[in-house]
């Protein structure tokens, strides 16, 4: 039997649409941005799993609520075992030292009042895992040699703005694995870093993943680094997964019409590569109360009657390669 | 003739700190019709190239040398009214970084783009409100749309109205500042797309300034990499892709991820220099991994290898 670590089953996170007094009055319906509507995958220990969009799919939302940093409006989250739903906030917290999570902007992400010292070793304070001094330090220094901040005398009483991002993006996976997590979001954790520093951090996540036993759910717009960093994949539109599988099967042999668009769109860094660009029209639309059946219809090239009616569900097109389209049903 | 020669140019900031040598004796070419990537990592001085060539450089930044041949004009020696009335917008003009937050949110874009072309052209409004509307139609929006603001457009839309705006006076050469680096993937494809068909129908010249290589790649037929102020190497964009001879070059292009294949990405060690006290000699030694004794006393002089140029000892 596969091992897996998360199991995510048909997850909504909805959010309600706030309206003023007299059109609540006015009109019944309730209003909700569909941020993730009905979503589910499974995530092999171990593996760096990548969630892939464009800005509005839903990606960061579906990141978040598989950890309960956003409570699910419905659903099911395996993890490790346990149903992540079931918690009460106790049962949750101690159930946090386990995932963490790195985020996208490490000019934002850190406190710029509070040393390195103190940002790597607050996750220690707030879960109460030691009482002697010596050995938090010990701990933090360590955890900083471990992201490669070394020696870690030289970091850990400086604050973030005498470092530079991709040091700072090393803070934040520091504080992330300071409680030694076996999963870890990581949300666009490169995108704000220069070309030449992102393979840094990259290589870095790969090796922790050796050395700890890390499972990575990489949250990215980037094809060309997931590709490169994920060993399989979601691609999502609009709150709902469009197709699923090793990121060879996606990229090599996508299915879903949205999936070979945004392939066909991603620019090559190779000005002799063949261009054969079928840029479809339009931009994504707004995920408030979408009409029912495929969302991606009214801008796919092969749209037909039935997609205007029903979601299409998941199909296995190949071993492990799933594509929510009615081409394939 | 090229239509834009940049030749030795300087741009410092004079900080309190003493100068931040941004652009440091950059020297290059555009002929007509080129696309030229200008390519490098945040503080390269890639952006203060660019402004320096429209003498838009903010306080203290300064031209301290350096010729801009534009066109037969030095652009180092025109007043600034003469380079509001006869140069920027009308011969050259420049889509800014983050332009899709660079509308006017309370006036209708077509009313911002009128204002472009009655500040530089004789004509009345209802002239300019058409022309904004031609203007419109040839990227691809509904004329219609003139008449909305800015936040009923979406990000895609408002992008292409920038480069609507950036062509109004029909100009010569097209400055663009990270034309696409805030759009989404096929967005950022459909408005490719539209600056190579503008550039052909428009017979335009473009300088196209990014950090992301497989942006060159897509559109660019030259290539200049600048690291710390200074040019590493200039050339054709499929020489330097496919031979690169600087190590800066060779790292970067080593670095950069395809979707097409998978490989090893290579990071360059290190960060780059500060700038107020850029490394004596070339200013890549640091992190060169062909570092010579030479590299930390003298710097490197631009030669022609192979039809393009390069500034490094190791040739």
């Known amino acids: 039997m596969e091992d897996y670590i998360l199991q995510v089953e048909n997850l909504r996170k909805w959010y309600p649409i706030r309206r003023g007094f007299l059109a609540s009055l006015l009109s019944k319906e309730e209003l909700y941005i569909k941020a993730v509507d009905g979503v589910s995958f499974k995530v092999r220990r171990k593996e760096i799993f990548g969630l892939i969009g464009e800005s509005g799919c839903g990606k960061t939302t579906l990141g978040k609520t598989v950890i309960r940093l956003y409570e699910p409006t419905a659903g099911k989250i395996l993890f490790n075992g346990v149903e992540l739903t079931a918690l009460n906030q106790k049962e949750l917290k101690e159930m946090r030292k386990k995932m963490q999570i790195i985020y996208q902007d490490p000019y934002e992400s850190l406190n710029p009042r509070m040393s390195i010292y103190d940002i790597v070793s607050e996750p220690l304070k707030v879960h109460k895992i030691t009482d002697d001094p010596a050995e938090e330090e010990e701990i933090v220094r360590t955890t900083l040699e471990r992201v490669e901040l070394r020696p870690a005398e030289d970091f850990m009483y400086r604050y973030p703005h005498e470092l530079s991002g991709g040091q700072r993006q090393r803070v934040a996976i520091a504080r992330a694995i300071v409680l030694n997590p076996i999963f870890l979001v990581a949300d666009e954790p490169v995108s704000m870093l220069d070309v030449s520093i992102r393979s840094g951090i990259l290589r870095l996540m790969l090796d922790l993943r050796e050395k700890y036993n890390i499972t990575y759910l990489f949250i990215t717009h980037d094809l060309a680094i997931a590709r490169n960093i994920a060993d399989r994949g979601m691609i999502m539109y609009l709150g709902k997964m469009a197709e699923l599988g090793t990121m060879d099967q996606i990229v090599e042999n996508p299915q879903h019409p949205y999936t070979k668009a945004l392939i066909a769109a991603v620019p090559v860094p190779d000005p002799t590569a063949e261009r054969t660009k079928v840029v479809i029209g339009g931009e994504v639309p707004s995920p408030v109360n979408p009409p029912p059946g495929c969302r991606f219809r009214k801008r796919c090239p092969h749209a037909m009657e039935i997609c205007g009616k029903k979601d299409p569900e998941p199909v296995e097109v190949e071993k492990g390669h799933y594509v929510a389209c009615f081409l394939y049903a | ?315």
């Open chain 2, 1 to 315: 003739m090229p239509l834009l020669s940049v030749e030795n140019l300087k741009a410092y900031f004079f900080t309190m700190k003493g100068p931040v040598k941004a652009v440091d004796d950059v020297t290059f070419s555009l002929e007509r019709g080129d696309v030229l990537g200008l390519a490098g990592e945040s503080g390269c001085g890639k952006t203060t190239t660019a402004l320096a060539i429209l003498k838009l450089l903010p306080e203290p930044g300064r031209i301290v040398n350096g010729r801009i041949i534009f066109d037969g004009m030095d652009l180092v020696k025109l007043s600034e009214e003469e380079m509001r009335r006869k140069v920027r917008w009308k011969r050259i003009s420049l889509i800014f970084q983050g332009a899709m937050n660079a509308l006017n949110p309370v006036f209708k874009v077509g009313d911002q783009i009128a204002e472009a072309i009655m500040l530089h052209e004789d004509v009345t409004k209802e002239e300019a409100l058409e022309r904004a509307a031609e203007l419109f139609e040839m990227i691809g929006i509904e004329k219609s749309m003139i008449n909305r603001y800015p936040f009923e457009l979406s990000g895609g839309m408002r992008q292409r109205a920038m480069i609507a705006m950036a062509l109004a006076c029909r100009p010569d050469l097209v400055i663009s500042d990270e034309p696409t680096t805030a759009l989404d993937v096929i967005v950022q494809a459909q408005v490719l797309k539209l600056m190579t068909k503008l550039k052909d129908e428009l017979n335009l010249s473009f300088i196209v300034i990014t950090h992301d290589l497989s942006v060159i790649a897509e559109v660019c037929n030259k290539v200049a990499i600048m690291y710390a102020g200074k040019l590493a190497e200039i050339g054709d964009v499929v020489t330097i892709f496919k031979k690169p001879m600087h190590p800066y070059t060779q790292g970067l292009i080593g670095a950069f991820p395809s979707v097409k294949e998978k490989k090893e990405l290579i990071s360059i060690p290190g960060y780059p220099p500060d700038l107020l006290n850029p490394p004596k000699g070339c200013r890549f030694h640091p992190r060169c991994k062909y570092a010579m004794d030479i590299c930390k006393k003298e710097e490197p002089e631009m030669k022609i290898i192979e039809g393009h140029r390069v500034a490094c000892h190791l040739y």
